[in-house]
């Protein structure tokens, strides 16, 4: 397993690329926050987008689409971009932090 950062320069890129990849995959989405702890946002969700939103707002949408609802998870102000890959290339996990010093971590679950 390697982990790699991504440039904030290249989110944009990053995450369409990310999206049109990743689409449909099942994941579990959790956040941990210095004050609540951990909690499961989304587990076994299928990916239906990341998008990165540079111009208006700075921040990333993740969504997923259960039964015809789609929940969004918002990280508002990300500093850090994180992939972590196995040895073929192929991405296992998503890993953002924000200026508050939360995380929030997107597993893929196979």
């Given at each position: 397993m390697s982990n790699k950062q991504i440039a904030?320069?290249?989110w944009k890129e990053f995450f369409e690329e990310?999206?049109?990849g990743n689409q449909g995959?099942?994941?579990k989405l959790e956040t941990v926050n210095p004050?609540?702890?951990d909690q499961i946002?989304?587990?076994k969700s299928p990916l239906?987008?990341?998008i990165y939103d540079s111009v208006n707002t700075g921040q990333v949408t993740i969504s997923t689409k259960e039964e015809e609802i789609t929940r969004t998870h918002t990280i508002h102000a990300p500093?850090?971009?994180w992939e972590a890959l196995d040895q073929d290339g192929k991405v296992l996990a998503?890993?953002?932090l924000d200026e508050g010093h939360n995380q929030t971590i997107l597993q893929f679950q196979e």
């Open positions: 904030p320069e290249r990310f999206s049109n995959r099942r994941m004050e609540s702890g946002q989304f587990e239906l987008s990341l500093n850090i971009v998503l890993e953002i």
